[in-house]
């Protein structure tokens, strides 16, 4: 076994429309978690499932990184869709 550090570098998310974009450096699965209000294997599941958007380190896929700007509209677009009202059912509809 190599006992020799692989270097990762992860490129951050750039704002459209920004004169400076500003370099974002990543957040652990802990960090992630505090600024959701979420358990950190929660945080870990939904990474791994695809909803909440992440940045896998190396092929095994067991080691994350998060992006806040990328939470953060994640979290907002969350909310905007929880606040519209849902459609009522229609028809011959027993529940």
Excluded: C
């Excluded at 802990?30 to 909440?52: I, N």
């Excluded at 990184?65 to 606040?83: A, N, P, T, V």
């Amino acid at each position: 076994m190599s006992t020799r550090l692989r270097s990762v570098t992860l490129a951050p998310p750039l704002r459209v429309g920004s004169p400076n974009p500003i370099t974002e450096a990543p957040v652990s699965p802990e960090d992630a978690a505090r600024f959701l209000d979420m358990h950190p294997k929660t945080v870990l599941r939904k990474a791994r499932e695809g909803t909440l958007p992440a940045h896998p380190l190396g092929r095994v896929r067991k080691r994350w990184r998060f992006y806040l700007s990328e939470l953060d509209d994640w979290l907002r677009s969350q909310l905007i869709s929880d606040s519209h009202p849902r459609r009522q059912p229609q028809g011959d509809y027993i529940g």
